[in-house]
């Protein structure tokens, strides 16, 4: 695998921080190395936050994302603040809620009901983070999913194990539907 930099931008608060560490430890868990950094400050009272992490099979020698190769946006505000930092050809998934301004651009935009499904289907709008994990890594089939399954098991509260098995099973779901 050569170097994948991705993005999750959301609100503060939606768990783009912790689905990027959860991808990192992941992607551990599969043999590649992994680096993730996160964006805290006036973010973490609801302005546009992110998760970043870069995995890759060769050593990791700058950590930050500086384009994206995947971009991820539960926001409107974090679309369009972190759309100009997306590579050309990359992957782009908006909420289909809370991003009404699709992005533009040379890039393979998904627009999928990410919170919807957290809250519906799975009856925790708070697992979004972990739908959304779902989705990018079946879109562009970054690990095995029983990798990424241990990840987010190995970071989730006791007692949520269950719930956020069947939160990252919808996000590939959701995936599988948008590639028809």
């Keep these: 695998m050569a170097r994948i930099d991705i993005r999750l931008g959301g ?25 993730q950094t996160k964006s805290y400050g006036p973010e973490a009272r609801g302005g546009a936050a992110r998760g970043e992490v870069v995995i890759s099979d060769e050593d990791i020698n700058y950590v930050k994302v500086i384009k994206s190769d995947i971009l991820v946006a539960l926001t409107q505000e974090s679309c369009d603040k972190f759309i100009v930092d997306a590579k ?11 991003v ?51 990840g987010v098991l190995s970071k989730v509260p006791k007692g949520t194990e269950e719930l956020n098995k069947k939160a990252l099973r919808a996000g590939v779901e959701l995936a599988k539907a948008a590639m028809k």
């Design 11 to 35: 609100s503060g608060g939606q768990g783009t921080i912790t689905a990027a560490a959860i991808m990192g430890y992941a992607a551990v868990y599969a043999g590649k190395k992994a680096v």
């Design 100 to 150: 009404k301004n699709k992005p533009q651009g040379n890039f393979k935009v998904y627009s999928l009901p990410i919170i919807k499904t957290a809250a519906e289907d799975i009856g925790k709008s708070m697992v979004a983070n972990i739908v959304m994990l779902g989705v990018i890594n079946q879109l562009a089939n970054l690990l095995d999913f029983d990798k990424l399954e241990k």
């Design 88 to 98: 050309e050809g990359s992957i782009v998934v908006v909420d289909d809620f809370m």
